[in-house]
């Protein structure tokens, strides 16, 4: 018989009653003391679950003292004792380890193949929903998917926070500049000028800060830059593809189009191209301070650009296909209209929705007004446009011009509300004292689109020919 433990024949042996080893009787009740476990299979084990094992007696001299040669053999054969103990408690200890690692590292694998197997379903999900979109799939019944948001970099949103402070602080203490168009100015306007048909298929126009420049496209790729002063266009730019939308930088004209790109032209040169949408871009918008472009498109989806490098800094995806986008006049919300007929908020920062409203219908345009808490509404095939609250987030105003509205837009005071159809192009007054709304102007004039001049001493709408019409005071 040998010691389970030590591998050497035992002096004193002991038998565990629960697994039958043999063990050394003084290894064994070291190890039970310190343990009170069976050293070999791990249960539970105490000194009275061992057999002393009879085997001939051996006398033993007498104990020696540690200056004789036998003391030492038995100091030494102490100190092999404790060794063995440690040695087979390290082994089991190193086992154990060995099993726990392995474990581990298994699961960490499983781990890393079960997120990558949900990250390509995720993308391939995103590609499949943009292909519905695009092919003019209808919106699918049950459960919306859900799509992950992505936060803005910290520069942009210290710039975001920035200037939500600084127009928060001044926009309910503006004035009304000097110069500008009163009531009676509006109620004056007549058709003064009127271009020639110069791009037809065109949807959209938009004027810069100076009140000159139109900027608006067709379906044949082209996009010009007209000036209403002098009657003519001074510069042709080459978008590649139908143009959808359009919006001022600044000097810069930003156009979108039918191919899911947007290109920046200055001076009639083009400097970028932005964009990746799997589809037409619906809608392009200048954040208030100039940093970020945001463009939305059929393909449900919206994503901020940093003008600084051109380079997109945020996709999200919505529900629907979106019709219009814009941003708060604050800069902190991002507003989306969508096909299904809903008005949808997000926060700029990190892209997360804040509300959903339903407009009643496919939202055909939006406009905020620049006391911050109100914005319109047009919604496809309707004749009316709503005025709502954003504390509310209701309509408080319902305006019926007569004919459907395809185009509508605060003017910068937030006096004047202009709408544009194909039966009509009006401008609604909101007075402040008496807290009324009255229609100045309603001219027969058929457009696609409407613009502010100057000053809101003028109207530039755009016929559904591809012209421009100048409402003004004669």
Not at 129 to 139: D, E, M, Q, R, Y
Not at 296 to 308: E, M, N
């Amino acid at each position: 018989m040998l010691c389970a433990i030590s591998g050497e024949a035992p002096q004193a042996p002991v038998a565990s009653r629960k697994s039958g080893n043999v063990f050394e009787k003084r290894l064994i009740e070291a190890h039970i003391t310190e343990h009170h476990t069976d050293p070999v299979t791990g249960e539970d084990l105490s000194v009275e679950d061992l057999i002393e094992l009879k085997s001939p007696r051996i006398v033993t001299p007498r104990p020696p003292n540690l200056t004789s040669i036998p003391s030492l053999l038995s100091a030494f054969q102490n100190e092999w004792d404790a060794i063995v103990l440690e040695t087979f408690t390290l082994k089991q200890q190193l086992a154990q380890t060995r099993q726990e690692l392995s474990t581990a590292l298994y699961q960490n694998d499983a781990a890393t193949r079960v997120i990558a197997r949900l990250t390509r379903e995720r993308d391939e999900a995103r590609e499949a929903l943009s292909n519905v979109t695009i092919s003019g799939g209808g919106a699918a019944n049950g459960d919306a998917m859900q799509v992950d948001s992505q936060a803005l970099p910290d520069e942009l949103v210290a710039k975001v926070d920035e200037t939500q402070q600084e127009l928060f602080k001044t926009r309910r203490k503006r004035p009304v500049p000097d110069g500008w168009a009163t009531g009676d100015d509006v109620s004056a306007f007549e058709v003064t000028s009127a271009s020639e048909p110069l791009y037809p298929g065109s949807s959209a126009v938009s004027i810069d800060e100076s009140g000159d420049l139109a900027l608006f496209g067709g379906a044949d790729g082209v996009a010009g830059i007209y000036s209403l002063s002098q009657q003519k266009l001074v510069y042709a730019l080459k978008a590649g593809s139908a143009v959808t939308t359009t919006a001022w930088w600044g000097p810069k004209a930003v156009v979108g189009t039918s191919a899911g790109t947007i290109k920046i032209f200055e001076d009639g040169n083009e400097v970028a191209q932005l964009g990746s949408h799997a589809g037409a871009v619906s809608s392009v918008s200048l954040h208030p301070s100039g940093a970020i472009l945001a463009t939305s498109g059929v393909d449900k989806r919206f994503i901020f650009h940093d003008l600084a490098t051109f380079k997109p800094v945020s996709d999200v995806y919505t529900e629907a296909e979106i019709t219009c986008s814009d941003f708060h006049v604050d800069g902190l919300l991002f507003f989306t209209g969508g096909a299904d007929g809903n008005i949808r908020i997000f926060d700029v920062k990190n892209g997360t929705p804040m509300a959903v409203m339903e407009a009643g219908g496919p939202v055909r345009a939006l406009s905020f007004s620049e006391n911050g808490t109100w914005f319109a509404v047009a919604v496809k095939g309707s004749t009316s446009a709503s005025v709502w609250d954003i504390r509310k987030q209701s309509p408080i105003k319902v305006l019926d011009v007569g004919s459907p509205i395809d185009s509508i837009r605060f003017d910068y005071t937030g006096q004047f509300l202009a709408t544009a159809g194909s039966g009509s192009v009006s401008v609604q007054q909101y007075t402040k004292s008496s807290k009324s709304w009255s229609e100045p102007v309603r001219k027969a004039v058929a457009a696609r689109d409407i613009a502010w001049g100057a000053s809101a001493t003028s109207l530039v709408a755009l016929t559904p020919e591809g012209g421009l019409s100048v409402l003004s005071a004669s």
